[in-house]
């Protein structure tokens, strides 16, 4: 079976960091209303969602998918690059102990999670304000021993690698290419977002079905008609925090 962490919504939420958008309101409780249908989507997929409680002080906390990348041998603990995240790896380390063999990411390294595609043997990292060449060194020396090599990919206007490219399966990413070099991914099938939906090229394939948010019709009609099972989740409120929904979760496969 699937696992799935995720965390509770911080109180202080709405004092997240922001990078590449302007802030405005966040409504508290409709970012609870929206990731606790986020959490039950991911468990009409089956999976065995574990609900870490929020970390009142940690804003950002609910983004768990930055603290750290997890591959089948190893599940690497990160080093987030805004120092207000940095403490968030603690309680995911702890979590993750019993249930992977777990590794960390050393000083000067920083990386989050949402900037790191696995694809295969290959582990793509967004050169992004949030990660850094010394991280790429340093995963390069990690996971070269289980077969992977890591390699550095530019990118602009998005904060993070997965805001521009997903993947929807083995074979197809998901892909704005405004915000990044699709060239870099000759060898996949790539399906491009619709131009009007900047932000819809984050999508979060579980099993044979793939999360996506309802404000990017466009784009998910695109997805329909290429045979995928969309079953969608509204993260408005979480996007105004630029997040995403990659970013909510940790996925144990
Ligand atoms: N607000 C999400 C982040 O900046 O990491």
Redesign the pocket.
């Known amino acids: 079976m699937t696992v799935a962490i995720t965390r509770e919504i911080s109180p202080r939420f709405a004092e ?4 590449h958008i302007e802030r405005t309101p966040i409504d508290l409780e409709r970012a609870r209303i929206q990731h606790r249908g986020y959490v039950n989507a991911l468990r009409e997929l089956r999976c065995d969602v574990i609900e870490l409680p929020a970390e009142p002080d940690l804003p ?1 906390s609910v ?1 768990v998918e ?1 603290t750290a990348i997890i591959l089948p041998e190893v599940a690497v603990i990160t080093r987030p690059g ?1 120092d207000s ?1 940095k403490p968030e790896t603690t309680s995911i380390a702890q979590a993750l102990a019993p249930l992977v063999k777990i590794i960390h990411m050393r000083e000067p390294a920083t990386v ?1 999670g949402g900037d790191v595609l696995v694809l295969g043997n290959r582990i793509y990292v967004g050169l992004s304000t ?1 990660s850094n060449q010394e991280a790429i060194d340093q995963l390069n020396e990690m996971l070269g021993k289980y077969g992977y090599s890591v390699l550095g990919i530019e990118l602009h206007d998005c ?1 993070h690698l997965k805001s521009a490219v997903t993947r929807l399966d083995d074979q197809t990413l998901l892909i704005n290419e405004n915000w990044i070099d699709a060239n870099c991914f000759k060898n996949f099938d790539l399906i491009h977002i619709d131009p009007s939906e900047p932000y819809a090229a984050n999508c979060l394939p579980i099993g044979e079905s793939i999360l996506f948010p309802p404000a990017f019709s466009k784009t998910c009609e695109k997805l329909e008609k290429r045979g995928y099972n969309v079953v969608t989740v509204d993260v408005s409120e979480l996007a105004k ?3 995403a929904v990659t970013c909510c979760s940790l996925i144990i496969p």
């Not at 997240?16 to 990078?19: F, G, K, M």
């Open positions: 997240c960091e922001l990078t950002d983004f930055d805004a995240r989050d949030r904060l925090a630029e997040g």
